[in-house]
């Protein structure tokens, strides 16, 4: 049995929501909390921990700042390939509506998922969804 137009164009659309939401929640997936660093901060802090492991003369805390440049540059390495995260922003907020009556995702799903009420809120999702 064929598949109708409708059925066909409803089956894209879920894959392009599924898409976009996927994209986004992988993006934000290492972020902290609060607003993340910069990369020109993050190369900032690499550089600085490079001088403080040459001018330091104890083995333990050189070993304490070494460990901080590589998760600074694991950090960097993770922003730097998810830099389009607005327009990622973008598309989360325009499908994640849809996508959440369709699914039914809830609020709180989404909070706990760690997307920012801000984001929720741009999407048409409020605290009693």
């Known amino acids: 049995m064929a598949m109708s137009d409708a059925h066909k164009a409803a089956l894209a659309q879920g894959r392009r929501e599924s898409r976009a939401i996927k994209g986004y929640l992988t993006a934000i997936a290492g ?14 802090k690499i550089d600085d921990l490079g001088v403080r492991i040459n001018g330091e003369n104890d083995p333990l805390k050189t ?15 993770h922003l730097e390939a998810h830099d389009d995260i607005e327009a990622l922003e973008a598309s989360f907020v325009e499908f994640a509506a849809s ?27 409020g605290r009693g969804s």
């Open 31 to 44: 972020r902290k909390p609060g607003r993340p660093p910069s990369p020109e901060r993050l190369r900032q």
């Open 63 to 77: 070993l304490e700042l070494r460990q901080s440049r590589i998760d600074a540059e694991a950090q960097l390495e």
């Open 99 to 125: 996508y959440s009556d369709r699914k039914g995702i809830s609020y709180a799903a989404w909070r706990e998922q760690g997307v920012a009420a801000a984001v929720l809120k741009q999407a048409g999702i």
